[in-house]
């Protein structure tokens, strides 16, 4: 699995919806073919270019990991941050991108994952054993924080 492609479960199921929607021929990879489903982000075809050679790094065709870092770079350019796999790297959680014609996630990701990381914190501070989640998020402020470092230089 490619580290780029890593998003919390939740996202990743919603991912994995959407894979589906896109692949079109049923082959079980997103190829030229079903890259239509990238119009509906709206961005203009040389972005889509750039996220797509970014995004398959094997054979002209995306498998799901492949697709979610498409994804995450999609969000990326709408967000006006630069398209780049050290983008994605800096980011501790890429919000899902705003596709047309396509139901957004379920329910609100953002707070779901808040509650997820403060109840490994609270878990943390009764000196139990460490929960795993308690230490990506904490490594994750710190990105964030190094993100947020590297948006002021520019
Ligand atoms: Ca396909």
């Known amino acids: 699995m490619r580290v780029e492609s890593q998003v919390p479960p939740v996202q990743r199921t919603y991912y994995e919806e959407l894979f589906k ?3 079109l021929d ?3 990879e997103i190829g030229v073919t079903d890259a239509a489903f990238f119009r509906k982000s709206m961005l203009p075809n040389e972005t889509l270019g ?3 050679m970014l995004s398959d790094v094997k054979n002209g065709k995306l498998d ?3 697709f979610i870092v498409a994804l995450k770079l999609i969000s990326l350019a709408q967000l006006g941050a630069p398209i780049s796999l050290d983008s994605i790297r800096m980011m501790p959680v890429v919000p899902p991108p705003k596709l047309q014609e396509v139901a957004p996630m379920p ?3 953002v707070q779901h ?3 997820v990381t403060q109840g ?3 878990v943390d501070s009764t000196g139990r054993a460490n929960h795993p989640r308690g230490h990506i998020q904490q490594e994750s402020t710190e990105r964030q924080s190094q993100w947020n470092a590297s948006k002021v230089d520019l």
């Open 21 to 23: 929607s896109a692949d």
């Open 26 to 28: 049923r082959d079980g």
């Open 50 to 52: 750039e996220i797509w």
């Open 64 to 66: 799901i990991d492949d």
């Open 107 to 109: 329910f609100d990701w």
């Open 113 to 115: 994952w808040n509650t």
């Open 120 to 122: 490994a914190r609270v």
